[in-house]
């Protein structure tokens, strides 16, 4: 998840907010209505989004060998996804934003993203290609916060930017399921790491070239 004002109070900038289209859903709002009702803190619900990635993960690394245990690793995913979209909308609609809710906000989500993209490697076969892939996805957001602290609109392209690795590892989970119960392989998994790798390396690109074009536009 980025550093983003809808996470915590105070210090951020407006356009450092991830553009998040299921924000004004019926379904979201409601969420957060009923969150509200209740003494639950944004923190806390960042916290929550490591503890449902850590069980989407565990399912993902032995769901090679017990094919069913994709729907459970793709509930782990989305559920993940709604701790990120819940805990910003608590602390922005519901004014329950804390002073440290930017370290809650970064912390908990490169977690997230490293236990899924590792258990991926491992559900593939290929250790080395989790973690060298869980690096370029940590690396995609050091460079997003980078560019703020430099002053610069925090950048969430694409190609490979969160919402795209867990869209592509939700997809994925779905292909290796029908793939275990026809063929009983596993490419599914390996092409997907391979496309999460080298599209977080054409991410980080992306963003550094974007982060010097502002620095040289800005020399006067």
């Not at 593939?124 to 460079?143: E, N, R, V």
Request: charged share 15%.
């Amino acid at each position: 998840m980025s550093m983003q004002p809808d996470e915590f109070t105070g210090g951020a900038k407006p356009d450092a907010r991830r553009p998040i289209a299921a924000r004004n859903s019926g379904f979201a709002q409601k969420l957060t209505q009923a969150l509200l009702k209740t003494s639950v803190t944004p923190n806390q619900i960042s916290v929550a989004s490591i503890a449902f990635a850590a069980f989407g993960a565990a399912a993902l690394v032995y769901a090679p060998a017990y094919p069913l245990l994709y729907v459970v690793a793709i509930l782990g995913i989305q559920l993940r996804l709604l701790c990120n979209l819940l805990d910003g909308m608590v602390a922005v609609e519901g004014g329950r934003g804390s002073p440290v809710g930017a370290l809650y906000n970064e912390v908990p989500d490169r977690i997230a993203d490293t236990l899924l993209i590792v258990a991926l490697g491992y559900a593939a076969g290929s250790s080395w290609l989790g973690w060298a892939g869980a690096l370029a996805a940590a690396l995609t957001a050091y460079i997003r916060v980078f560019g703020g602290a430099l002053g610069q609109a925090q950048d969430f392209r694409g190609p490979m930017a969160k919402q795209h690795r867990m869209a592509l590892l939700t997809g994925a989970c779905v292909l290796a399921l029908i793939e275990a119960f026809v063929w009983g392989e596993r490419y599914v998994l390996l092409i997907t790491a391979w496309i999460m790798l080298i599209g977080s390396i054409a991410t980080c690109v992306a963003r550094l070239k974007a982060v010097a074009d502002r620095i040289g536009a800005d020399k006067p």
